[in-house]
T-cell receptor, first 114, second 113 residues
Framework: DTAVSQTPKYLVTQMGNDKSIKCEQN?????MYWYKQDSKKFLKIMFS???????INETVPNRFSPKSPDKAHLNLHINSLELGDSAVYFCASSPRGAYNSPLHFGNGTRLTVT | KQEVTQIPAALSVPEGENLVLNCSFT??????LQWFRQDPGKGLTSLLL?????REQTSGRLNASLDKSSGRSTLYIAASQPGDSATYLCAVKGDFGNEKLTFGTGTRLTIIP
């Protein structure tokens, strides 16, 4: 009964490839996020979607494109992978408008680009 | 631009001791502050959320305080246990309902049995 689930857990790929990470939440939340955690464990937001609408888009290369087919899913597609994309990517969700509700995180996808 | 700092980066204490983790932020215009726990290979688990109008929140052996004017928060853990070993992160949400959380770099806590 995982609340926020990401697949795959590990992803190893070569430079230049295109890959996708999937995220699903069964909490009924309207808002979903993608965060990137670098090698120094620093977490930074990349995107936020509210009921399939993009509301936050930080300074992220155009190679990263989020896609939300419905409010329970937020997938992350990455084109032309680079070495610097290696990191752990976390999906999260929260209720819409509930500014004082905590985020619920998935277990992360460790991406390694060789 | 909000910056969140957590010192120390790592902390080891014997089992049973009480301890305090620190978090400081540069912009006091926050909506709330959250403390999370991250276990190796896992996502973040929310521990406590303090609204900007609150001074502290308690959950079991955990107590979080907030001094918004000075830009500081502490997480107090009483009677530490080996299972408390993890990385603890604080994050602040900007004012006016800004959806974005700014995270600190975390404190890696090790409880020595």
């Amino acid at each position: 009964d995982t609340a926020v689930s990401q697949t795959p857990k590990y992803l190893v790929t070569q430079m230049g490839n295109d890959k996708s990470i999937k995220c699903e939440q069964n909490l009924g939340h309207d808002t979903m996020y993608w965060y990137k955690q670098d090698s120094k464990k620093f977490l930074k937001i990349m995107f936020s979607y509210n009921n399939k609408e993009l509301i936050i888009n930080e300074t992220v290369p155009n190679r990263f494109s989020p896609k939300s087919p419905d409010k329970a899913h937020l997938n992350l597609h990455i084109n032309s992978l680079e070495l610097g994309d290696s990191a752990v990517y976390f999906c999260a969700s929260s209720p819409r408008g509930a500014y004082n509700s905590p985020l619920h995180f998935g277990n992360g996808t460790r991406l390694t680009v060789t | 631009k909000q910056e969140v700092t957590q010192i120390p980066a790592a902390l080891s204490v014997p089992e049973g001791e009480n301890l305090v983790l620190n978090c400081s932020f540069t912009d006091s215009a926050i909506y709330n502050l959250q403390w999370f726990r991250q276990d190796p290979g896992k996502g973040l688990t929310s521990l406590l959320l303090i609204q900007s109008s609150q001074r502290e929140q308690t959950s079991g052996r955990l107590n979080a305080s907030l001094d918004k004017s000075s830009g500081r928060s502490t997480l107090y853990i009483a009677a530490s246990q080996p299972g408390d070993s993890a990385t603890y992160l604080c994050a602040v949400k900007g004012d006016f309902g800004n959806e974005k959380l700014t995270f600190g770099t975390g404190t890696r806590l090790t409880i020595i049995p």
